[in-house]
């Protein structure tokens, strides 16, 4: 079980395991309503699995620091120059492409995040919710800002990622 008093999750999740240990953390995490990562720690926890090796830095504000940047110098656009590359005007184009333009294109945020989220559970066997896929989505837009900062749509689009995430982890409360 987890360090000290186990809580009542951690015990939800250890009888669910006891009683069939085949069954996927996804299955038991949506039962119990925990992050199947947790189902994982319990499992680790009363030594059901290996410990996970630790292949990265372990928080993603010390990964970012040790994320690689190229050493081809990105071309420089003077996109960022121009009166409408304001924080007003940055968030209103995030607006316009988030509610109109990507939303058109392909559909409700939550939908689109709830399949990405399937396709990359079943690829990486292990669960992704819908604010996730905005998370990492957006965690793909800082990546691009490190090589190229002055293109300014990785700006938008990150900002965007993360409003619709808000939305969606916001509206399951």
Do not use: C, T
């Given at each position: 079980m987890a360090r000290g008093r186990p809580n009542k999750k951690a015990v939800a999740v250890s009888k669910l395991l006891e009683k069939d240990p085949t069954m996927s953390a996804v299955k038991i995490a949506e039962k119990v309503g925990c992050h199947p990562y947790y189902v994982g720690k319990v499992k680790r926890d009363m030594g059901l699995t290996k410990p996970r090796k630790k292949k990265y830095v372990s928080t993603p504000a010390a990964t970012l620091g040790s994320v690689r940047k190229s050493s081809r110098k990105p071309k420089v656009k003077k996109e960022f120059t121009t009166p409408d590359y304001t924080r007003g005007g940055l968030l209103d184009r995030a607006k316009e492409i988030v509610t109109n333009d990507r939303q058109n294109t392909h559909g409700q945020p939550e939908d689109s995040f709830r399949r990405i989220a399937d396709l990359w559970s079943g690829y990486l066997t292990v669960g992704i919710h819908e604010q996730d896929v905005a998370v990492m989505m957006a965690l793909v837009k800082v990546a691009r800002i490190m090589e190229?900062?002055?293109?300014?749509?990785?700006?938008?689009?990150?900002?965007?990622?993360?409003?619709c995430g808000g939305e969606v982890a916001l509206r399951k409360n």
């Open positions: 190229n900062p002055q293109h300014a749509d990785n700006w938008i689009d990150g900002a965007g990622y993360f409003a």
